[in-house]
């Protein structure tokens, strides 16, 4: 399963521990990953290094054996960072499907974040999960970070719900980062992709956006 060899990369790798972890830094401290209450981040996917760019967000109390966080609903959130050269943008959800080669089944774009529910893939990653899953996408100092949201066959998380975790997931990612300048300088705001082609159209260029290279791919296991 291409999630159990991200997951034994990881393990191949200098690791900060097994105790799960309120947060942890990414992209060189400009991203710090946290999840809502009693969700830690999986110290096993988090490799020492600054450069690094993926992490894995779960139940406290399952990362734990139950020793630490209550009780809450089984999933899984990836959280993977890529830069932005020029201004960043947001896609459209149907992009995202697109960029993972999997039907779109639903999305919006809310706001700061654009959110895709996806039809099937989610039990390709997730052994016993359910094919429906939910991709997110939200620009935070000068990177785009990317979200992932897999949940066991049947669960709501696989349905509408899952497109509130991932808000809750964003808005504690930013509560917890830094505020760097460029998120305020002219023109740095992320903007939405063009709903008639999907993709997004820089306002100085007017030339076509995508997403970062390999955003999505959890096949690509943590690096040093």
């Known amino acids: 399963m291409i999630l159990v060899t991200a997951l034994s990369a990881a393990a191949c790798t200098e690791v900060v521990g097994d105790a799960p972890l309120k947060q942890a830094t990414l992209a060189g401290g400009d991203v710090v990953v946290a999840g809502p209450r009693n969700y830690c981040v999986d110290p096993q996917t988090l490799p020492r290094g600054s450069a690094r760019s993926f ?22 959130v990836t959280v993977t960072t890529g830069p932005f050269e020029g201004a960043p943008v947001l896609p459209s959800p149907r992009l995202l499907a697109e960029e993972v080669g999997h039907p779109y089944a639903g999305g919006e774009n809310g706001g700061d974040i654009t959110l895709a ?7 390709e990653l997730l052994e016993g999960g359910d094919p429906r899953y939910w991709r997110a996408a939200f620009v935070l100092n000068n990177h785009v970070v990317g979200l992932a949201l897999y949940a066991p066959e049947g669960s709501r998380m696989a349905a509408g719900t899952g497109a509130q975790m991932l808000r809750q997931v964003r808005d504690s990612i930013v509560a917890a980062s ?12 992320a ?34």
């Open 55 to 76: 992490a894995m967000i779960a139940s406290c109390n399952i990362l734990s054996g139950g020793e630490r966080g209550d009780f809450v609903e089984p999933v899984l």
């Open 117 to 123: 529910q996806l039809g099937a893939g989610g039990n």
């Open 178 to 189: 830094p505020r760097r300048a460029q998120d305020s300088a002219p023109g740095a705001r």
């Open 191 to 224: 903007f939405l992709a063009n709903p008639s082609t999907g993709r997004a159209t820089g306002p100085a260029t007017g030339k076509q956006a995508g997403l970062p290279a390999r955003l999505f791919d959890e096949r690509i296991g943590p690096s040093d």
